[in-house]
């Protein structure tokens, strides 16, 4: 909606005037409770909604939704990306009495996310506003609506016939978004009065959501934010680390850790927006490293860069998740004709244990275990291993270099089915690749590469795991053969061993039988990439 000039605002009043004389007076049914703010998406928020904090980034959202046919914003994490989006929901249906249709890669992003807003939102002020909602759905009127929905992952028709003379349509979590997807999104934002905002964090560069940030793109950033912007500055290299003062003041001495704000002394400033981005936050995922793409997306509102040397780019790992999420029952019935095969890294000198376990092509589960650097920890990776076989039968494959033969050694002791994998030695295909190291994880790239793999929800390890593949590059030998740069290169980069990638990769090309399909009496496997398991 462009701003009204005072002269438009006058030709409007006297049309309205002139349109009740004659009886031609707008039906009631379009008549929306606060037509008022139609050109005043701020004024809304604050004074109908009653939000009190709106941020300067936030102003430029609602400006850009009223202003421009298209707002596409990048943003950091925890700063109110969802909480505006939702305002905007409820100011296109209450002030302008248009249709709102939002989406998101998943259902539990719409349910969850955006839609947990609205919702919230709604029912602080639904004496005021009326109408009435439901889960995934708010209505005035017939014309003044909205809704959400998850869009098949790879279908354009999913916004098939979704037309308004005064239509909004969201991209939740846009970095999610298929091409397919957004094609179908653009394709609907034909009218003058349409509008479309992506928004997301810029996890993956390559998407949909990146080229539209490219071509016109609002980005927020975490230094911005009202809770930690009183607290940082830039220094010369471009990152902004804590004030000196600040850091003497709220940091602990020891342990390096932010102290709890109850312990802040009284001239720090406490969070103004709870649950938002904090100090605390932006500093524990320093140690992640200032170079690294989850700093980069999550902190400073910026793609990272993939590099063409990853042996999984982050691309490839989100779309796999996509895979599942879009037909779990199909990806379930591919798996559970296979036995269950596992992956357990063993950490030393301080790295962590890991596991993976997979059935058939998809990755189901992963996890991590701290070390404590005593003489206990092959014990209790060997534990760890056993606790995987018990609760997901099925064979485990471990890296016997160094301390891993020790735990293997206790499993099979344990009459737990295992196999050692030594990846210094000879690849199985020597003329292509420099060991067997090198070989298992170009597998296991092709299976990603091929769309032959989905990867299954994995909680908070997700991101881990993604950073762990996408932080290991391949080289090329001098010979030609293909190779894993030196285990140190890649720890440097992540600033931690990629362990979880390391028991993901075993995982991946261990051994396991093939369960007969019964109903259709053979026997068969799951991709013509995957090893025989």
Same mark, same amino acid.
């Given at each position: 909606?462009?701003?009204?000039?005072?002269?438009?605002?006058?030709?409007?009043?006297?049309?309205?005037?002139?349109?009740?004389?004659?009886?031609?007076?707008?039906?009631?049914?379009?008549?929306?409770?606060?037509?008022?703010?139609?050109?005043?998406?701020?004024?809304?928020?604050?004074?109908?909604?009653?939000?009190?904090?709106?941020?300067?980034?936030?102003?430029?959202?609602?400006?850009?939704?009223?202003?421009?046919?298209?707002?596409?914003?990048?943003?950091?994490?925890?700063?109110?990306?969802?909480?505006?989006?939702?305002?905007?929901?409820?100011?296109?249906?209450?002030?302008?009495?248009?249709?709102?249709?939002?989406?998101?890669?998943?259902?539990?992003?719409?349910?969850?996310?955006?839609?947990?807003?609205?919702?919230?939102?709604?029912?602080?002020?639904?004496?005021?506003?009326?109408?009435?909602?439901?889960?995934?759905?708010?209505?005035?009127?017939?014309?003044?609506?909205?809704?959400?929905?998850?869009?098949?992952?790879?279908?354009?028709?999913?916004?098939?016939?979704?037309?308004?003379?005064?239509?909004?349509?969201?991209?939740?979590?846009?970095?999610?978004?298929?091409?397919?997807?957004?094609?179908?999104?653009?394709?609907?934002?034909?009218?003058?009065?349409?509008?479309?905002?992506?928004?997301?964090?810029?996890?993956?560069?390559?998407?949909?959501?990146?080229?539209?940030?490219?071509?016109?793109?609002?980005?927020?950033?975490?230094?911005?934010?009202?809770? @930690?912007?009183? %607290?940082?500055?830039?220094?010369?290299?471009?990152?902004? +680390? /804590?004030?000196?003062?600040? *850091? #003497? !003041?709220?940091?602990?001495?020891?342990?390096?850790?932010?102290?709890?704000?109850?312990?802040?002394?009284?001239?720090?400033?406490?969070?103004?927006?709870?649950?938002?981005?904090?100090?605390?936050?932006?500093?524990?995922?320093?140690?992640?490293?200032?170079?690294?793409?989850?700093?980069?997306?999550?902190?400073?509102?910026?793609?990272?860069?993939?590099?063409?040397?990853?042996?999984?780019?982050?691309?490839?790992?989100?779309?796999?998740?996509?895979?599942?999420?879009?037909?779990?029952?199909?990806?379930?019935?591919?798996?559970?004709?296979?036995?269950?095969?596992?992956?357990?890294?063993?950490?030393?000198?301080?790295?962590?244990?890991?596991?993976?376990?997979?059935?058939?092509? @998809?990755?189901? %589960?992963?996890?991590?275990?701290?070390?404590?650097?005593? +003489? /206990?920890?092959?014990?209790? *990776? #060997? !534990?760890?291993?056993?606790?995987?076989?018990?609760?997901?039968?099925?064979?485990?494959?471990?890296?016997?270099?160094?301390?891993?033969?020790?735990?293997?050694?206790?499993?099979?002791?344990?009459?737990?089915?295992?196999?050692?994998?030594?990846?210094?030695?000879?690849?199985?295909?020597?003329?292509?690749?420099?060991?067997?190291?090198?070989?298992?994880?170009?597998?296991?790239?092709?299976?990603?590469?091929?769309?032959?793999?989905?990867?299954?929800?994995?909680?908070?390890?997700?991101?881990?795991?993604?950073?762990?593949?996408?932080?290991?590059?391949?080289?090329?030998?001098?010979?030609?053969?293909?190779?894993?740069?030196?285990?140190?290169?890649?720890?440097?980069?992540?600033?931690?061993?990629?362990?979880?990638?390391?028991?993901?990769?075993?995982?991946?090309?261990?051994?396991?039988?093939?369960?007969?399909?019964?109903?259709?009496?053979?026997?068969?496997?799951?991709?013509?990439?995957?090893?025989?398991?």
């Amino acid at each position: 909606m462009a701003k009204e000039s005072v002269a438009d605002k006058r030709r409007r009043e006297f049309a309205e005037e002139c349109a009740a004389a004659l009886g031609l007076a707008q039906a009631e049914d379009d008549v929306v409770p606060f037509a008022q703010y139609a050109t005043k998406p701020v004024e809304f928020v604050q004074q109908v909604l009653a939000v009190e904090t709106v941020t300067g980034e936030q102003v430029r959202i609602l400006e850009s939704v009223r202003d421009r046919a298209e707002t596409n914003v990048q943003a950091a994490h925890g700063v109110g990306k969802s909480f505006i989006s939702a305002c905007i929901v409820l100011w296109w249906v209450f002030a302008i009495g248009g249709l709102a249709i939002s989406t998101a890669p998943t259902e539990s992003q719409v349910k969850q996310i955006l839609w947990s807003e609205v919702r919230k939102l709604y029912d602080k002020n639904k004496v005021k506003l009326g109408g009435e909602r439901g889960e995934l759905f708010l209505k005035f009127s017939e014309s003044a609506r909205a809704y959400g929905f998850t869009a098949r992952n790879y279908d354009s028709n999913s916004f098939q016939g979704k037309h308004a003379e005064k239509l909004l349509l969201i991209q939740d979590e846009a970095c999610g978004i298929t091409e397919e997807i957004d094609d179908g999104f653009a394709s609907c934002l034909t009218g003058s009065d349409n509008r479309g905002l992506r928004i997301g964090n810029p996890i993956v560069g390559g998407t949909p959501f990146e080229k539209s940030c490219a071509r016109q793109h609002n980005r927020i950033s975490a230094w911005s934010h009202i809770n @930690v912007s009183w %607290a940082y500055e830039q220094h010369a290299d471009g990152i902004h +680390r /804590l004030k000196p003062d600040v *850091a #003497a !003041a709220i940091v602990d001495s020891v342990t390096g850790d932010v102290l709890p704000q109850s312990a802040w002394p009284d001239w720090c400033q406490r969070d103004v927006i709870p649950g938002a981005i904090s100090i605390a936050w932006i500093e524990k995922v320093r140690k992640k490293g200032e170079s690294s793409a989850f700093w980069q997306s999550r902190v400073e509102g910026l793609f990272p860069v993939d590099s063409e040397q990853s042996i999984v780019p982050r691309s490839w790992f989100l779309q796999a998740r996509a895979r599942y999420d879009a037909d779990p029952q199909k990806w379930d019935f591919m798996a559970e004709h296979h036995h269950w095969r596992h992956g357990l890294d063993v950490g030393d000198g301080g790295d962590d244990h890991a596991t993976a376990s997979w059935r058939g092509p @998809v990755l189901y %589960a992963a996890a991590v275990m701290p070390t404590k650097g005593d +003489r /206990l920890d092959v014990g209790r *990776a #060997a !534990a760890l291993g056993a606790k995987v076989i018990d609760e997901k039968p099925g064979r485990i494959n471990v890296d016997i270099i160094g301390v891993g033969s020790g735990a293997l050694s206790k499993l099979l002791e344990g009459d737990y089915p295992g196999d050692g994998t030594h990846w210094g030695e000879a690849a199985d295909e020597n003329s292509l690749f420099a060991n067997l190291k090198a070989e298992h994880y170009w597998m296991l790239r092709e299976g990603f590469r091929n769309e032959e793999i989905a990867i299954a929800p994995l909680g908070e390890i997700e991101e881990m795991l993604m950073e762990d593949l996408a932080g290991t590059y391949y080289e090329e030998t001098t010979t030609g053969k293909t190779k894993i740069e030196d285990k140190k290169k890649t720890t440097a980069r992540l600033h931690r061993s990629p362990n979880v990638g390391d028991a993901t990769v075993l995982g991946y090309n261990g051994t396991g039988g093939v369960v007969e399909f019964e109903s259709v009496g053979k026997a068969s496997r799951v991709g013509s990439r995957l090893r025989d398991y």
